[in-house]
């Protein structure tokens, strides 16, 4: 396993339901936050977050299943959509004695929040999403939300760049390739000319991706639809699928909504309405040939699809702060953290006092 280095308290934490790497600061008994991170990623991304945070928090931060520190031999099952990640923090709040928490997430974490939210809406105390994925999931998705083809074909692990992840793979840290991780993450992570300080720690983070046909990218299955292979049963990129999110909106329909906070970057080319990560995007825009068309398969509009959520939201009557960060990439809390940290200290220490630590 790879090492990862750390800044913060890191400690293995066995639940329930998964053994992995966990991260913490601040007071033992604060008002606890939980961060749940990307895809490519772990909970380091999230550190100089957590210590910039105000004293009276206790921030902890796992590694997901199929991610950094978790084990190995933890597999996501994919047909469950999200709801492995979901299980997996309620399981690790047990274990810790968090009956209920603040909770950030970012982009795939994002995605797992709504549906921890859908499951577990007692133990949300607030719910901040930095350019979160969109509640339908990533990919082959309208802007209703109903999938392109009905077995998701050309998302999940079926869009996943084959020379992204042989390097990825063979841990090229080299900017040899377009598709090599560390030109991925300079190009389209965060908006260049930005390179964090950390970059290398990051790379470590990346690498340390669990890999294969049952974990990143995950299996694929022949599908008769464009572009011939649909997502498979395994792995967080096929537990993304459009077709694998069973009840999308699911948190809009809890009883008790807990306050939200969104923040997007203005320039993020990975959750956008024109994903560079999104077959349909790539596909308008000339790089697939082969692409079917609009009418077949358009580019997801996952901003649009999670600002038409919140309004449900709201309607349903919750509340919402909306904030996109101009000049900014897919990682706000990294890229921009005086710009990110006035919104989110503001909105945690307005929603803090719903509840005691632990």
Not at 84 to 106: N, R
Not at 230 to 242: R, V, Y
Not at 276 to 286: A, E, N, T
Request: glycine share 10%.
């Amino acid at each position: 396993m790879i090492e990862i280095p750390t800044l913060l308290d890191a400690r293995t934490v066995q639940s329930a339901r998964l053994k992995t790497r966990v991260l913490f600061s601040g007071p033992e008994d604060g008002v606890p936050i939980i961060f749940v991170h990307g895809n490519l990623s772990a909970a380091t991304w999230f550190e100089e977050t957590m210590l910039r945070l105000p004293n009276i928090f206790r921030a902890i931060a796992p590694d997901l299943r199929g991610y950094g520190g978790a084990d190995p031999a933890a597999l996501v099952d994919a047909t469950r959509g999200t709801k492995d990640f979901s299980d997996d923090l309620a399981a690790l709040m047990d274990e810790l004695g968090v009956k209920a928490a603040h909770m950030m997430g970012h982009s795939l974490g994002g995605g797992v929040l709504w549906q921890f939210l859908a499951d577990y809406p007692q133990r949300v105390l607030s719910l901040t999403q930095v350019s979160p994925s969109s509640p339908y999931g990533f990919g082959c998705s309208r802007a209703d939300g109903t999938p392109c083809f009905a077995d998701g074909a050309g998302s999940g692990a079926a869009a996943v760049n084959p020379e992204f992840v042989k390097l990825l793979m063979s841990q090229d840290t080299s900017t040899d390739s377009d598709f090599s991780p560390r030109n991925i993450l300079n190009t389209f992570v965060w908006k260049p000319p930005f390179q964090p300080k950390r970059l290398t720690d990051y790379m470590a983070t990346v690498f340390a991706q669990h890999t294969g046909d049952k974990s990143y990218p995950g299996d694929v299955i022949p599908s008769a639809n464009w572009p011939g292979v649909a997502p498979g049963n395994f792995g967080s990129i096929n537990a993304l699928a459009p077709n694998r999110q069973a009840d999308p909106l699911g948190f809009c329909r809890v009883p008790v909504k807990p306050p939200m906070l969104w923040v997007h970057g203005a320039d993020d080319l990975v959750v956008s309405d024109a994903s560079m990560f999104d077959l349909g995007s790539l596909g308008q825009l000339g790089f697939l040939p082969s692409w079917p068309g609009e009418a077949v398969f358009p580019p997801q509009p996952m901003v649009t699809q999670t600002s038409n959520a919140l309004d449900l939201y709201e309607q349903s009557g919750g509340t919402t702060e909306r904030h996109t960060i101009p000049n900014c990439g897919h990682t706000a809390y990294i890229e921009k953290p005086k710009e990110f940290d006035q919104l989110f200290h503001a909105f945690l220490q307005k929603h803090a006092s719903v509840a005691e630590a632990g």
